[in-house]
Nanobody, 122 residues
Framework: QVQLEESGGGLVQPGGSLRLSCTAS????????MGWYRQAPGQERELVAS???????NYHSSVRGRFTISRDNAKNTVTLGMNSLKPEDTAVYYC????????????????WGQGTRVTVAS
């Protein structure tokens, strides 16, 4: 079983910064991709940023240049630094981990955190 624990959400003024952190725990061998999705009310869940175990980042165009994704593979953690936050960044942010189904004795598939709320408002 794999569990994702998130932290760092909250209320921030436009132009401010937040840092989201996520730690995966359980019977884990390797997380091929780890990152963050977000979902605003009435909107589809969308990828914000992710990083492979090899260190290749992937950013949504709306956050590129403002957000920074980082990983510590040994600790099974991912961090999203968010700068110059805008009201349109307001959403529930979900940590995501993808574990390739290679070994039958190790949990695999897509795993999600419970979500942490980010509100950007004056």
């Amino acid at each position: 079983q794999v569990q994702l624990e998130e932290s760092g959400g909250g209320l921030v003024q436009p132009g401010g910064s937040l840092r989201l952190s996520c730690t995966a725990s359980g019977d884990i061998f390797e997380i091929s991709s780890m990152g963050w999705y977000r979902q605003a009310p009435g909107q589809e869940r969308e990828l914000v940023a992710s990083m492979t175990d090899g260190g290749a980042p992937n950013y949504h165009s709306s956050v590129r240049g403002r957000f920074t994704i980082s990983r510590d593979n040994a600790k099974n953690t991912v961090t999203l630094g968010m700068n110059s936050l805008k009201p349109e960044d307001t959403a529930v942010y979900y940590c995501h981990a993808e574990i390739e189904c290679i070994a039958t004795t190790i949990p695999c598939g897509d795993f999600w955190g419970q979500g942490t709320r980010v509100t950007v408002a004056s």
